[in-house]
């Protein structure tokens, strides 16, 4: 399916992956409806959407909203008389001991990330199945097969995300709805301000753990997918060996990452208050792509370093081939 | 043995309780505290770090509180237990004729010291590492802190966790660290197999009860914040920030102009030097099980008894026929019972180097009788926090007050108070002091019936 | 679980923070006998003198926590944390004021039981009671027990291997160290009950000046020598034992 002209509806607009999705989709000419909780927010994305020349509409709500979620599927098919691309983005997250979390948060979490979904499949696949055509995509996450602790709701929300999309691609083959695809987008850390706005009762602050991808990545790969969708994604070459690895060697896994985490995705060395993050209230201010963890610059870094691997290996490779030949 | 080599690192080394700890259990072998028992007594080394440029040596400070503090991941294991194993591991099997417990005093040390007794601290210093507060921001640095100081609390019962903040003195280490104090209301069964092992039959143990108190902010169950502690400031002064706070943090070059702690809800034993009553039921029951003497030593503040104390030793050494007309000033954990007692010296502790101390000093100068020698030194916390008294002015109160000689020794007058090399030159400094004496036979409890309840 | 042999049931209490298994053997509905095992030691060895009082008593060895059937903590228990166990047990297993019958280190338990505890004292019989206390080393204390296995059957050992197993080597050092180190005969004095010292004549690890010394710390106590036998008189000399303690029954509250 073609990118250019499509009605594309990206949830958690806001901030992070969803922001960067949205102007991806602006770029490649797209027709982009936004949606998310904060109104100023949307308005900022929304005119840099528009300075990409891209037609632009705002629907604000709260995805746990059953009915908002629906009217905001009406009133984008009622807009543009279709909707071509739904993509299922807005999550939330808490780190906290398990004994530690209050349950409402822990509701909260599985309300947003699997409810939420789970409201906006319901409401984009009746106009995707009725075209014939389209696409739904589901952001999950690596942490789904690679296990983490201490984010327990958000890991299983994210389970609960991929088998989703699992049997949503059974049963629209059963019911012979072949042009309607739903995909599975599993990033690695991505570089967004999910980890300043997560519930966190561990009492130490949250970064993003390295490897840091940023979310443009993401993007291209969402934008990539309605061209030629694929079942399941995972972006980042990271997160790729981990889930391989988790498929090898699970018990391994689960234990590298239970060190790993706790030695790298909180900090050892700064204290946070206990707090229940963008739960309940979004966040204050206007949102931003990038969480300041740089997923760009270490990517470049990341490249520089293996281009410079593979060229010394190549300068290798030729001398001893040289050396041969002389002799 | 591994676990209490894991209590030592959590523990600070420049805590009252843990110098208490570690100055009484080498002095019961025969050794002295130099470098706080875990550096060493060199006056090159310290000239060295003390000729460091300003900035240099404020840092030094701030480093010693990173390094102090421990990782937030390694809080699940602060163990008031493994502490108690480490702590009664320093002392030898004994039997004692007296144990102290209580809260740590260096007056108290000294009495300790002549008893020959073994010190078992009701409170321990730990610290965690803290780069992300603010010194002045107390609410922030509680909220920050609470789910660590509440998991510390919860993982061990038998203990109030407190969480004390003072930007005033503690500035340097509190960009690094955060101070969490640990207080038994449980004897636990680690001090309590100690007393009845190790204490001889018919033996008294005798406990130190400082009774102050500050006002302070509960945060979870047996888990408290306390801002401010004593030294140059009153309670009021860091409950009501003025115009002497504000002038302080502009010269720190602080963003903020005041301090708004948190709405104190009640008044406990103060951290560092407090006593808390609970702990008495538990000592009252061991020691009516095992026959053994309860005696109590009972102050409104650390240092009331730094007079009394300094008359024991006072007398002490006339009774052996020495003249007891030195007297050697200590200050905070800068003490060392070994050379006190080697050159003859009548120790008066101070709580710091503040102007309730050398008020606290000067009262019993007036009161007591002359002294031919006066020896002050003095510890250096790292910045002039208000209400520290000037090296000159120390030497003038020793200088009028002595009629022989009076002299601030082992202190680097040009850095003080931010001098890192200050618990290295403290013990060369009373080392120096010319007059050498035997060490004594310990003192006899019963000496003491005078003074203790 | 295997079924106990000899014995008429295993009982299991929730008690001291753990499940504490017994053995019972005897008459219910009549005075009970409580035997406390020694180091590395369970119920198993108290089969004999439990056989030779069943017609009597009811006769219940109870193990102690990290010992036989009894899960303990990881950390071994010193002197006083057994005795609060053994403590536990009486209370809810209603068993208090019952005859006590401790073997070796059981005697240690039992005296420090009279500190903490004094009203769930019966009468009590402490045979070979430890630790000499002009041998409080690790080193002699293995010696002794080395050069007493001459004295005992081989037997003894094939019913305790079990019991070694369950307790394990660390449990086993850390336990010796923590009777070494309690100072046992400061408290003897507490223990007001009648009390009976029995000791096997090559006892090593008893010698007969301590038993003495022990047998005259005790304000009611008398002291009897079994002879032929080593420290573990409960399986060695089990008929001579039960008739040393028959009188002692006569004062047990039913």
Not at chain 1, 50 to 59: L, N
Not at chain 2, 160 to 178: F, I, K, S, W
Not at chain 2, 276 to 298: I, S
Not at chain 3, 53 to 69: I, N
Request: hydrophobic share 45%.
């Amino acid at each position: 399916m073609r990118t250019r002209g499509s009605v594309v509806v990206v949830t958690g607009a806001s901030s992070g992956i969803g922001r960067a999705t949205a102007l991806r989709f602006a770029t490649a000419g797209a027709t982009v409806a936004l949606t998310a909780r904060r109104a100023a927010a949307l308005q900022e994305v929304a005119v840099e959407c528009e300075g990409f020349g891209a037609t632009v509409f705002m629907v604000p709500a709260d995805i746990t909203d059953e009915e908002a979620v629906r009217q905001v599927a009406d009133k984008v098919a009622e807009r543009f008389g279709r909707i071509d691309v739904w993509v299922n983005c807005a999550a939330v997250t808490a780190f906290a001991p398990f004994g530690e979390i209050p349950l409402s948060d822990f509701r909260r979490i599985l309300e947003v990330n699997v409810m939420g979904y789970v409201h906006g499949a319901r409401a984009a696949l009746p106009h995707l199945r009725d075209q014939g055509k389209g696409v739904l995509i589901n952001v999950s996450s690596i942490v789904s097969s690679v296990p983490q602790p201490y984010t327990h709701a958000y890991s299983m929300s994210k389970a609960a995300v991929r088998v989703l999309g699992a049997s949503l691609r059974q049963e629209l083959r059963l019911d012979g709805a072949t042009g309607v695809k739903v995909c599975t987008v599993l990033p690695a850390t991505i570089d967004t301000p999910f980890f300043e706005h997560a519930a966190n009762y561990t009492g130490r602050k949250a970064k993003a753990m390295p490897p840091v991808y940023s979310a443009e990545r993401v993007a291209r790969t969402v934008v990539g997918l309605v061209r030629r969708p694929r079942r399941e994604v995972i972006v980042g070459p990271m997160g790729r060996n981990l889930v391989m690895q988790a498929k090898l060697a699970p018990g391994l896994t689960e234990r590298m990452m239970a060190i790993q985490v706790d030695r790298s995705h909180l900090y050892r060395s700064r204290p946070a208050p206990a707090t229940d993050g963008n739960l309940f209230q979004p966040a204050a201010g206007t949102g931003s792509v990038s969480g300041g963890w740089h997923g760009r610059r270490r990517t470049a870094v990341r490249r520089a370093a293996s281009a410079a691997l593979v060229s010394g290996a190549i300068l290798l490779v030729r001398r001893s081939a040289r050396t041969r030949a002389a002799e | 043995m591994k676990l209490s080599a894991r209590a030592a690192r959590y523990l600070v080394d420049f805590d009252s309780g843990v110098n208490m700890v570690r100055a009484l259990a080498r002095f019961l072998r025969g050794k002295d505290h130099r470098g706080l028992s875990v550096g060493v007594g060199s006056r090159p080394l310290a000239n060295l770090v003390s000729s460091l440029p300003i900035r240099a040596r404020r840092r030094s400070f701030s480093a010693q509180g990173v390094l102090q503090g421990i990782p937030l991941d390694q809080a699940r294991h602060i163990s008031a237990d493994e502490m108690s194993e480490w702590v009664v591991s320093q002392y030898g099997p004994g039997p004692h004729q007296v144990v102290v417990v209580g809260c740590a005093s260096g007056a108290a040390l000294h009495l300790a010291a002549a008893l020959h007794a073994p010190f078992l601290p009701q409170t321990l210093l730990v610290a965690v590492r803290d780069l992300e507060t603010h010194p002045d921001d107390p609410v922030g640095a509680m909220e920050a802190l609470t789910p660590t100081t509440r998991l510390v609390a919860r993982s061990n019962p038998e203990i109030n966790v407190y969480h004390m903040h003072d930007p005033a003195q503690d500035r340097p280490m509190l960009e690094g660290m955060a101070y969490l104090r640990l207080k038994r209301h449980r004897l636990g069964r680690i001090f309590e197999r100690f007393l009845e092992e190790r204490l001889a039959p018919g033996g008294t143990v005798l406990v130190v009860a400082c009774r102050r108190t500050w006002p302070c902010h509960t945060i979870g169950e047996r888990a408290y914040f306390q801002f401010g502690c004593l030294g140059g400031l009153s309670e009021d002064d860091y409950h009501n920030s003025g115009p002497r706070i504000a002038d302080y943090l502009s010269r720190e070059g602080s963003p903020y102009q005041r301090w708004e702690p948190p709405m104190p809800d009640g008044r406990r034993p103060e951290a560092e030097w407090g006593f808390d009553p609970a702990l008495l039921a538990d000592l009252e029951l061991v020691t009516a099980r095992a026959g053994y003497q309860l005696r109590r030593l009972e102050m409104d503040e650390p240092q009331d008894i730094s007079g009394l104390v300094a008359e024991v030793y006072r007398s002490w050494y006339r009774r052996r026929g020495m003249s007891g007309q030195r007297l050697l000033v200590e200050s905070y954990v800068q003490w060392d019972p070994l050379w006190v007692l080697r050159t003859g010296a009548v120790p008066f502790w101070c709580r710091f180097n503040m102007q309730p101390d050398y008020q606290e000093l000067q009262r019993y100068l007036d009161s007591a009788e002359p002294y031919e020698e006066i020896f002050v030194n003095l510890f250096s916390q790292g910045l002039w926090s208000p209400g520290v008294v000037s090296v000159s002015q120390w030497r003038q109160l020793a200088i009028s007050n002595a009629t022989v000689v009076g002299d601030v020794i082992g202190v680097d007058e040009d850095s003080y108070p931010i001098d890192p090399g200050s618990t290295l030159r403290f013990q060369p400094a009373f080392a120096a002091i010319t007059g050498r004496h035997p060490l004594p036979a310990p003192l006899d409890i019963a000496d003491l019936d005078g003074v203790l309840t | 679980m295997n079924a106990l042999k000899g014995w008429d049931a295993s009982e299991y209490t929730a008690a001291a923070g753990t499940r504490i298994h017994a053995a019972v053997l005897g008459r219910s509905e009549a005075p009970v006998v409580v035997c406390v095992h020694g180091l590395g030691c369970s119920h198993a060895y108290f089969l004999p003198i439990a056989s030779e009082l069943a017609e009597e008593v009811s006769v219940v060895a109870p193990d102690l926590p990290g010992f036989g059937r009894t899960f303990g903590p990881p950390d071994a228990l010193d002197i006083r944390g057994l005795s609060l166990a053994l403590a536990d047990w009486l209370r809810v297993s209603g068993r208090g004021g019952a005859l006590l019958l401790a073997n070796s280190a059981g005697c240690q338990v039992v005296v420090d039981l009279a500190v903490h505890a004094p009203e769930l004292l019966g009468p009590v019989v402490l045979v070979g009671p430890t630790v000499d206390r002009r041998a409080r080393s690790f080193r002699q204390q293995c010696i002794r027990l080395l050069a007493d296995q001459r004295w005992e059957s081989p037997s003894l050992a094939t019913a305790l291997l079990p019991a070694w197993i369950a307790c394990g080597p660390r449990r086993f050092a850390q336990t010796l160290r923590y009777m070494i180190s309690d100072p046992v005969e400061r408290k003897l004095h507490k223990v007001r009950t009648h009390t009976l010292v029995v000791r096997g004549e090559r006892d090593p690890i008893a010698p007969s000046e301590w038993a003495t010394e022990v047998a005259q710390a005790l304000p009611n106590a008398s002291l009897v020598e079994i002879r032929g036998t080593g420290h573990t008189v409960n399986w060695s000399a089990p008929k001579e034992l039960a008739q040393v303690v028959r009188p002692l029954l006569a004062i047990v509250r039913a």
